[in-house]
């Protein structure tokens, strides 16, 4: 993948460097982002450095000071904007227990995005949200996996048994990230590694921002178990929606069986990252209450985000 | 060991089988697991029998198993 297009004064300034002058890049520290769109793509590509990298940007600036410096700032805006939209719709953490935590998931609202591609979507319009999807759906599960050594043997043993399944059992050709790019080739979309960064709203941005900024801080690793919990928690459903929608448009099976796995697989995973990951957690770490429901929270509060800004477009 | 099950019944959801088993559905038909753990269903409601698929969700508290 190159370096993606940039979307502001930020970005421009930042992939032209990190590409073709990173001896300068001390002159990022005076850099802020010109608006949201910058600001969500400049930590994207930041943050890109340390997934699979940029083909014309040198592996060495991973670890660069003056980039850490300003991934830190672009992470504090959006861990301060995700703690702010919480707080603010969230009145008093719910004590934990499994139950209070499927609750918490299921009395959350929104706009449903699996609704409408089951019922009323064209084939156009899930091409286009395919598109979107591809930019996690092609890491499937890797935000998560940095956290792996960072929590105690019983919530480590738990995250490992569920991140299996994820990429396949040790099968290569099972990789949840594979399934979907082979059901992107079979659509005709690129299968591609971060072929669409450029199509892709902020929201879109943000949304996977947010997950990396909870795997890759260990601080917040509460945070990364409560997203991947309400994740699992609102696939299911949502996923055999999806299927219907594809069958029903006649897209290609491959596809659809991507949904269909997660109809069967995210059944087992909910349980399993509800009772067993977070649980194991809290109880090794009962203070990372508040963190579990703000990262579940952010990953329900970001779908809501993105449905809002494609519903509509759509509907423009 | 008694910390680690193999077999866990889920308030309200489905039972969860670690490692490998076969299952007969009520129709007598046998599938085998194919992931680390599976869910069966417990709630009857499930498009994906034996295998739980979220279902128990959106069907009444009290009919749930």
Known sequence: MLTPKPRGTLSQTLFELMRSRPDDLGTTRRLRPEHHDDAQISLWALYELSYRGFEDVEDSLEWHPDLVALRGELETDLETALRERFRAAVGEVPAWTPEAFFDFCAQHDGPSLATYLQREADADQVLDLLRLRSIYHLKEADPVAWVVPRVDDATKAALVELQYDEYGTGNPHLLHAGLFARGLEACGLSPVYGAYVDDVPAEILEQNNAMTLFGLNRRLRGAALGHLAAFEVTSSLPSRRIAQGLRRLGLPEEMAAYYDEHVEADAVHEQLAVRNICGSLLAAEPALVEDVFLGAFSCLDLEDRVAHRVLGEWAA | ?65
């Open chain 2, 1 to 65: 060991m008694s910390d680690h099950p193999d077999v866990v019944i889920c308030p309200g959801g489905p039972l969860l089988l670690r490692g490998e088993h076969v299952v007969q559905d009520e129709q007598g038909v046998t599938h085998r697991t194919t992931r680390p753990v599976s869910a069966v269903c417990r709630c009857g409601k499930t498009s994906t029998s034996p295998w739980c698929d979220g279902t128990h969700k959106v069907i009444p508290a009290r009919n749930r198993p």
